[in-house]
């Protein structure tokens, strides 16, 4: 830990291809937006020697955020990786965007790392969704880390926001969540504020000053000891309560002093196994200075603390045909298993896939199986195909620096894969292999997309499709019943960035039109129609009469077509024609220009030629038939209804109820679930929630999470409707 380290000793060096999975961390940072994640790296990549000063590589460029739109509007929205060697250890830090529409990215990087670093910000506290996360990561017993940031600002104070951090990770056990060093204060400036300008550690009793720009070691005066003890005793009851030694309490409570050793041992084991989470504080180097407040500690914490890659359990592997196969755990000469967990495209080299390799070994120019099953709703074909791999890099900045293999337990990037998608599994050709698929977020915000132009036509399937082999989070539908196509996004944010990538990235432009919802018509009660399509213009004439009835059926029957034809008024050879008639203007519409569903028709009587009748004039006849029954009956117009549950905090429930009612919904029911929260069930008209995606989020602060699907279609209100109808004559 941190609390080892006499002097930082240059560190430095570039990180490299791993020879063995134990001198390997996979960290990934979360938090939410503005925390301080990607300043936090540079300032980590800094201490470890990666970089030449502040987030800067030899390029002149940052090693994280380096993306144009990234810097476009000013906020991470992809995953990055930045590999750093800190005394012989290659830590890959996985920085992740905290904003809640690039979640996807967010899992994406909690699939490929070993432990997490919650990062809070002091001046901001720890937010709903930062939780929520927090309660994945339990839920799988990743071990987590808290680094506070912004101790700079004026009302910034470490222990008030331990003890936030505790209630908020800490449940049932809140001495599980503690800190490894209290901050040491400098004098107070003008407008009262103390500067944070070192550490102390707890474990060591040890001062450790940032205020040269390096840490400094020293002993801590008399006056200090006091604050000190009690915090000293506070966190070593905390890691002997979660010791392996059940006497080692009870030595303690009985007066023995545990050795600084025992207690480091008992406190790495804890973190690893995921039952102790340290609090720790970090600050970005001063203009000059070579390391950053708590940068030294934290790169401790990561590389004595975190797990190894050999503690991460392989995710479930079976053959393609679905046959479970066990994988040794980060076995370098095992079967190849890695995984595909981000797909970019770069302008000079072309799909670059961001890999996790769990067993076995990589290696460049060798061929291997790319399997993807699984995401066919969004998009995705299942394929399965050989593909001989290009050059392996680790990246860092804009850079791509070669290496060599690339290990089990170990990341790296894949260039020249051109059927590789996120989510991918690439294994041996000759022994083909699928992971199961990480737990990805609905996309549910709809934007409804045209070409701009004739040639932007030409190029939309093609960066479409590369766009959403990049993000699976996000789901491309080709709409059969109002013929739009449609990229459903997470978020405004998701949204905007996704039509910049078709624009910048594949020379795309595209419009965004309003999204339409897939009504539907109905008869509301019998009516009868006769169809009359009589002509006679000279040469081959055109005759065909035919009589139908039109009654409603229960929602979900289609379309019924009857034969009650007696005496052969219209030949059998006609009747087939009628009824194709019929169908075709049935998804034409009647009223509205919505496919008419639901609704028996039967065919009465009618009268043929010999000469002129045909199959097209019955077609016609059958046609004009249904328009005039439409004509004297009262239609309705069918909306879809979806049902959607609502996952939310117990604080937000009313007001989730009150506006899904707004919404002309029907509540159904809640149900009390874990940790605080509700499922508030609901029928909702597809018309109302559009945009549900987005005002649910601001409705519960970003806590709140939705599913919807299909339920059914049924009659819209009057006013609506009438509205609806107006529309489509003026669009007429």
């Given at each position: 830990?941190?609390?080892?380290?006499?002097?930082?000793?240059?560190?430095?060096?570039?990180?490299?291809?791993?020879?063995?999975?134990?001198?390997?961390?996979?960290v990934v940072l979360v938090g939410h937006s503005g925390a301080g994640k990607t300043t936090l790296v540079e300032a980590l990549a800094l201490t470890a020697g990666a970089v030449n000063r502040a987030g800067r590589?030899?390029?002149?460029?940052?090693?994280?955020?380096?993306?144009?739109?990234?810097?476009?509007?000013?906020?991470?929205?992809?995953?990055?990786?930045?590999?750093?060697?800190?005394?012989?250890?290659?830590?890959?830090?996985?920085?992740?965007?905290?904003?809640?529409?690039?979640?996807?990215?967010?899992?994406?990087?909690?699939?490929?790392?070993?432990?997490?670093?919650?990062?809070?910000?002091?001046?901001?506290?720890?937010?709903?969704?930062?939780?929520?996360?927090?309660?994945?990561?339990?839920?799988?017993?990743?071990?987590?880390?808290?680094?506070?940031?912004?101790?700079?600002?004026?009302?910034?104070?470490?222990?008030?926001?331990?003890?936030?951090?505790?209630?908020?990770?800490?449940?049932?056990?809140?001495?599980?969540?503690?800190?490894?060093?209290?901050?040491?204060?400098?004098?107070?400036?003008?407008?009262?504020?103390?500067?944070?300008?070192?550490?102390?550690?707890?474990?060591?009793?040890?001062?450790?000053?940032?205020?040269?720009?390096?840490?400094?070691?020293?002993?801590?005066?008399?006056?200090?000891?006091?604050?000190?003890?009690?915090?000293?005793?506070?966190?070593?009851?905390?890691?002997?309560?979660?010791?392996?030694?059940?006497?080692?309490?009870?030595?303690?409570?009985?007066?023995?002093?545990?050795?600084?050793?025992?207690?480091?041992?008992?406190?790495?084991?804890?973190?690893?196994?995921?039952?102790?989470?340290?609090?720790?504080?970090?600050?970005?180097?001063?203009?000059?200075?070579?390391?950053?407040?708590?940068?030294?500690?934290?790169?401790?914490?990561?590389?004595?603390?975190?797990?190894?890659?050999?503690?991460?359990?392989?995710?479930?592997?079976?053959?393609?045909?679905?046959?479970?196969?066990?994988?040794?755990?980060?076995?370098?000469?095992?079967?190849?298993?890695?995984?595909?967990?981000?797909?970019?495209?770069?302008?000079?080299?072309?799909?670059?896939?961001?890999?996790?390799?769990?067993?076995?070994?990589?290696?460049?120019?060798?061929?291997?199986?790319?399997?993807?099953?699984?995401?066919?709703?969004?998009?995705?074909?299942?394929?399965?195909?050989?593909?001989?791999?290009?050059?392996?890099?680790?990246?860092?900045?804009?850079?791509?620096?070669?290496?060599?293999?690339?290990?089990?337990g170990d990341l790296a990037c894949v260039a020249k894969l051109g059927r590789a998608e996120t989510g991918d599994t690439l294994s041996a050709k000759d022994d083909p292999l699928l992971m199961e698929p990480w737990?990805?977020?609905?996309?549910?915000?709809?934007?409804?997309?045209?070409?701009?132009?004739?040639?932007?036509?030409?190029?939309?399937?093609?960066?479409?499709?590369?766009?959403?082999?990049?993000?699976?989070?996000?789901?491309?539908?080709?709409?059969?019943?109002?013929?739009?196509?449609?990229?459903?996004?997470?978020g405004e944010a998701h949204a905007d960035v996704a039509l910049e990538r078709l624009r910048s990235r594949y020379g795309v432009q595209v419009d965004v039109v309003p999204h339409k919802v897939s009504l539907r018509?109905?008869?509301?009660?019998?009516?009868?129609?006769?169809?009359?399509?009589?002509?006679?213009?000279?040469?081959?004439?055109?005759?065909?009469?035919?009589?139908?009835?039109?009654?409603?059926?229960?929602?979900?029957?289609?379309?019924?077509?009857?034969?009650?034809?007696?005496?052969?008024?219209?030949?059998?050879?006609?009747?087939?024609?009628?009824?194709?008639?019929?169908?075709?203007?049935?998804?034409?519409?009647?009223?509205?220009?919505?496919?008419?569903?639901?609704?028996?028709?039967?065919?009465?009587?009618?009268?043929?030629?010999?000469?002129?009748?045909?199959?097209?004039?019955?077609?016609?006849?059958?046609?004009?038939?249904?328009?005039?029954?439409?004509?004297?009956?009262?239609?309705?117009?069918?909306?879809?209804?979806?049902?959607?549950?609502?996952?939310?905090?117990?604080?937000?429930?009313?007001?989730?109820?009150?506006?899904?009612?707004?919404?002309?919904?029907?509540?159904?029911?809640?149900?009390?679930?874990?940790?605080?929260?509700?499922?508030?069930?609901?029928?909702?008209?597809?018309?109302?929630?559009?945009?549900?995606?987005?005002?649910?989020?601001?409705?519960?602060?970003?806590?709140?999470?939705?599913?919807?699907?299909?339920?059914?279609?049924?009659?819209?209100?009057?006013?609506?409707?009438?509205?609806?109808?107006?529309?489509?004559?003026?669009?007429?």
């Amino acid at each position: 830990m941190g609390d080892k380290v006499k002097e930082h000793p240059g560190a430095a060096g570039r990180a490299t291809a791993a020879d063995h999975p134990a001198s390997v961390r996979n960290v990934v940072l979360v938090g939410h937006s503005g925390a301080g994640k990607t300043t936090l790296v540079e300032a980590l990549a800094l201490t470890a020697g990666a970089v030449n000063r502040a987030g800067r590589v030899e390029d002149g460029g940052t090693v994280s955020d380096y993306d144009d739109i990234e810097h476009r509007q000013q906020r991470s929205v992809q995953l990055s990786l930045v590999p750093v060697d800190w005394n012989g250890i290659k830590i890959n830090i996985l920085d992740t965007p905290g904003y809640a529409d690039f979640v996807g990215e967010l899992r994406a990087g909690l699939r490929a790392a070993d432990a997490a670093l919650f990062v809070v910000s002091a001046s901001d506290g720890v937010d709903g969704s930062t939780r929520m996360v927090w309660e994945e990561c339990a839920a799988v017993g990743m071990p987590r880390a808290i680094v506070v940031t912004h101790l700079e600002a004026a009302r910034a104070d470490f222990e008030e926001m331990t003890r936030v951090c505790a209630e908020a990770f800490g449940g049932d056990d809140p001495d599980a969540v503690l800190p490894l060093y209290l901050p040491l204060h400098g004098p107070q400036g003008p407008d009262g504020h103390a500067p944070v300008t070192g550490l102390v550690g707890l474990l060591t009793q040890k001062l450790f000053d940032y205020s040269s720009g390096e840490r400094k070691e020293s002993e801590p005066g008399p006056d200090q000891l006091p604050d000190i003890d009690e915090a000293r005793n506070r966190l070593i009851e905390g890691i002997i309560a979660e010791s392996e030694d059940e006497t080692l309490m009870d030595r303690y409570l009985g007066g023995e002093q545990i050795d600084l050793k025992t207690l480091i041992e008992d406190l790495e084991r804890a973190v690893a196994r995921g039952t102790f989470f340290p609090v720790l504080a970090a600050a970005p180097a001063a203009e000059g200075a070579r390391q950053g407040l708590g940068t030294v500690e934290l790169l401790e914490l990561v590389t004595g603390g975190f797990p190894t890659p050999f503690e991460h359990p392989t995710p479930g592997v079976t053959t393609v045909d679905g046959r479970p196969r066990e994988i040794k755990p980060c076995d370098t000469g095992g079967p190849l298993v890695a995984e595909v967990v981000k797909t970019a495209s770069d302008p000079y080299v072309g799909r670059v896939s961001l890999v996790r390799v769990f067993s076995g070994t990589l290696r460049p120019d060798e061929t291997v199986h790319v399997s993807g099953h699984g995401l066919a709703d969004r998009g995705h074909e299942d394929h399965d195909v050989d593909e001989k791999i290009g050059a392996l890099s680790t990246p860092f900045g804009k850079q791509q620096r070669p290496v060599t293999h690339v290990i089990a337990g170990d990341l790296a990037c894949v260039a020249k894969l051109g059927r590789a998608e996120t989510g991918d599994t690439l294994s041996a050709k000759d022994d083909p292999l699928l992971m199961e698929p990480w737990e990805m977020p609905d996309p549910l915000l709809p934007l409804a997309i045209e070409a701009h132009s004739k040639a932007d036509e030409d190029k939309l399937s093609q960066g479409l499709a590369r766009l959403v082999a990049e993000d699976p989070t996000m789901r491309l539908e080709q709409n059969q019943d109002t013929h739009q196509v449609v990229l459903w996004c997470l978020g405004e944010a998701h949204a905007d960035v996704a039509l910049e990538r078709l624009r910048s990235r594949y020379g795309v432009q595209v419009d965004v039109v309003p999204h339409k919802v897939s009504l539907r018509e109905t008869f509301a009660g019998k009516s009868a129609g006769r169809g009359r399509h009589v002509k006679q213009s000279g040469g081959h004439g055109q005759f065909a009469i035919c009589e139908i009835e039109v009654e409603p059926l229960p929602g979900g029957s289609g379309i019924e077509f009857v034969d009650k034809v007696v005496g052969g008024a219209v030949p059998r050879q006609f009747i087939p024609s009628v009824e194709k008639g019929v169908r075709a203007q049935a998804v034409k519409g009647v009223a509205a220009g919505y496919q008419l569903v639901d609704v028996r028709v039967t065919l009465l009587d009618g009268k043929a030629h010999s000469v002129d009748s045909s199959d097209a004039a019955f077609q016609t006849a059958g046609a004009l038939a249904l328009r005039e029954a439409a004509a004297d009956a009262k239609i309705h117009l069918l909306e879809p209804v979806a049902e959607v549950s609502v996952l939310v905090g117990d604080d937000y429930v009313g007001a989730v109820m009150s506006d899904l009612s707004g919404r002309r919904g029907r509540v159904l029911g809640t149900e009390q679930t874990s940790g605080g929260r509700t499922l508030v069930r609901a029928e909702v008209p597809e018309f109302e929630i559009g945009r549900y995606a987005v005002d649910l989020r601001s409705l519960s602060h970003g806590t709140a999470r939705f599913s919807r699907s299909y339920a059914r279609h049924e009659p819209m209100p009057p006013g609506i409707a009438e509205k609806i109808r107006d529309q489509a004559r003026e669009a007429s």
